[in-house]
């Protein structure tokens, strides 16, 4: 892997479990950018919107830092983490509580420059 040609971006916060966000990730991964950015955009999944955040500024970080051409950028991995838990608790009868948890998600897309057309989804 050559580091010249990848570009990284994360988001440690986002407060979605990691099953649900592993959905939206794993579709829009060997996609092109532009095709992985519309995806995003008529997603109707509530985390569609963080992640489009994320790949956003991994182009930019792409273009940014390591001066690498847009139109040939492509997904190539895109993963999610478990990160903290909030920990709520509800009032249940006979003075009971039951616990609520609300989980967060850390999520890393790399995106990559690639020059050929091998197994790409475009």
Do not use: C, H
């Amino acid at each position: 892997m050559n580091q010249n040609l990848v570009a990284i971006a994360k988001d440690n916060m986002v407060r979605i479990s990691p099953t649900k966000a592993s959905t939206i990730t794993k579709s829009i991964v060997n996609l092109k950018v532009s095709s992985a950015v519309n995806q995003l955009k008529f997603s109707n999944k509530r985390v569609a919107k963080n992640i489009l955040k994320i790949l956003n500024s991994a182009i930019s970080n792409a273009e940014n830092n390591k001066q690498l051409d847009i139109d040939k950028l492509f997904i190539k991995e895109a993963y999610v983490g478990k990160s903290l838990r909030m920990k709520r608790w509800r009032p249940r009868a006979k003075g009971r509580a039951g616990s609520i948890i609300k989980p967060f998600s850390k999520v890393t897309i790399v995106v990559e420059e690639r020059t050929d057309k091998t197994g790409d989804k475009v």
